[in-house]
């Protein structure tokens, strides 16, 4: 299967060097897992075209600096990519700002939390169980980098993950195609700790500290790799 990932950001210049760009983090994730997925990778951010969305195995949305109410030329595009997407019953996973997109192109509200920066390993609680989601567990810890979010989840999602900070963390959608996590599975631990260093002095230092101390907490993103992979093939 070929998984089509549209590239909506760049990992942060001062980080580049030593961690590279997003599409590989999700190649590796996969890999990881045990799915040996095909990758394609489409830079919309940087104005690449969109592919038809009907035609597509599945379908990746990353991560990006952007949030959904800037006003990028790529946005509204991305928006019709999206519905196009969930109208063909295309598979589609969203994260980060993946997840907030489609969110506010399928009907959501999503803004910048007054909550601030959302940074380490958080832990969400599993408030419902889509078939996908192969555990038992009450809560799975997932790193995250964030200051946008879900506010009203668009009348097509239920809600499967959900935190005190994150309420909307996870989303499923009723066609039973499109899925979408506020969280990054997708982040190794020394990426997430760089994250959390780059945002001092932006973020209050006590964030900072509580997000490196949180890497203590073992993570589930291994796990959470698997089951979003098997979601995509199902």
């Known amino acids: 299967m070929k998984l089509t990932i549209i590239q909506t950001g760049d990992v942060p210049a001062p980080l580049r060097p030593k961690f590279g760009a997003y599409p590989p983090m999700f190649q590796r994730m996969f ?83 007054e909550k601030g920066w959302g940074l380490g390993r958080h832990t969400y609680g599993v408030k419902a169980r889509p078939e996908f989601l192969g555990t038992d567990l009450l809560a799975l810890s997932i790193a995250c980098s964030h200051q946008d979010q879900v506010i009203a989840p668009p009348k097509e999602a239920e809600v499967f993950l959900a935190s005190e900070f994150t309420p909307n963390a996870g989303l499923a959608y009723r066609n039973g195609r499109a899925l979408s996590l506020q969280p990054h599975p997708e982040f190794h631990d020394d990426y997430t700790l760089a994250l959390a260093e780059l945002r001092r002095g932006k973020a209050p230092d006590e964030v900072v500290e509580k997000a490196v101390a949180s890497v203590a907490t073992p993570s589930h993103s291994k796990d959470v790799a698997g089951w979003l992979g098997s979601f995509l093939t199902r």
Do not use: N
Not at 39 to 66: M, N
């Open 31 to 113: 890999d990881e897992a045990g799915h040996g997925f095909d990758y394609e990778t489409i830079p919309v951010h940087d104005g690449a075209a969109f592919p038809d969305a009907g035609k597509l195995d599945a379908i990746l949305i990353t991560g990006s600096a952007a949030g959904v109410y800037d006003d990028y030329a790529w946005l509204d595009p991305l928006r019709a990519f999206i519905r196009s997407a969930y109208a063909a019953d295309t598979p589609m996973l969203g994260i980060c700002f993946g997840h907030q997109i489609m969110a506010d192109a399928l009907g959501g509200d999503v803004r910048k939390s």
